[in-house]
């Protein structure tokens, strides 16, 4: 059956549906950011909690040392590839929210995304 061409016979519902949908696509990038970072954040605590273990049980000064030295150099490597892997989930987040932004324009103009 085809689509009513008058427009007083359209869905009224279509542009909320557009907005609804680009809205869920908009927070589903912001959650997978934040999810990122909590991942993040728990392994990261982890290894602060083993090292505080290990730094526990150096039997002296020189082994505490290597442990703190050991440890710093990991924490500096695993920030700076958090860095990077947020840096292309932001731009991505970006991107998700600019299209979003656009499809609930058309939406509310009642205009096609052409997706």
Same mark, same amino acid.
């Given at each position: 059956?085809?689509?009513?061409?008058?427009?007083? &016979?359209?869905?009224?519902?279509?542009?909320?549906?557009?907005?609804?949908?680009?809205?869920?696509r908009?927070?589903?990038?912001?959650?997978? &950011?934040?999810?990122?970072?909590? %991942?993040?954040?728990?392994?990261?605590?982890?290894?602060?909690?083993?090292?505080?273990?290990?730094?526990?049980?150096?039997? %002296?000064?020189?082994?505490?040392?290597?442990?703190?030295?050991?440890?710093? &150099?990991?924490?500096?490597?695993?920030?700076?590839?958090?860095?990077?892997?947020?840096?292309?989930?932001?731009?991505?987040?970006?991107?998700?929210?600019?299209?979003?932004?656009?499809d609930?324009?058309?939406?509310?103009l009642?205009?096609?995304?052409?997706?």
């Amino acid at each position: 059956m085809a689509k009513p061409t008058d427009p007083s &016979q359209a869905d009224p519902t279509e542009p909320a549906k557009g907005v609804m949908q680009a809205q869920v696509r908009m927070m589903d990038a912001v959650l997978k &950011q934040n999810i990122e970072a909590l %991942d993040f954040l728990k392994t990261r605590f982890e290894k602060d909690r083993a090292m505080l273990g290990e730094l526990a049980a150096a039997p %002296d000064a020189t082994a505490a040392g290597a442990v703190l030295s050991g440890f710093w &150099q990991r924490l500096a490597s695993d920030y700076m590839q958090e860095a990077g892997r947020l840096s292309s989930l932001m731009q991505a987040t970006a991107q998700e929210i600019g299209e979003g932004t656009q499809d609930e324009i058309r939406s509310a103009l009642g205009r096609k995304t052409g997706k």
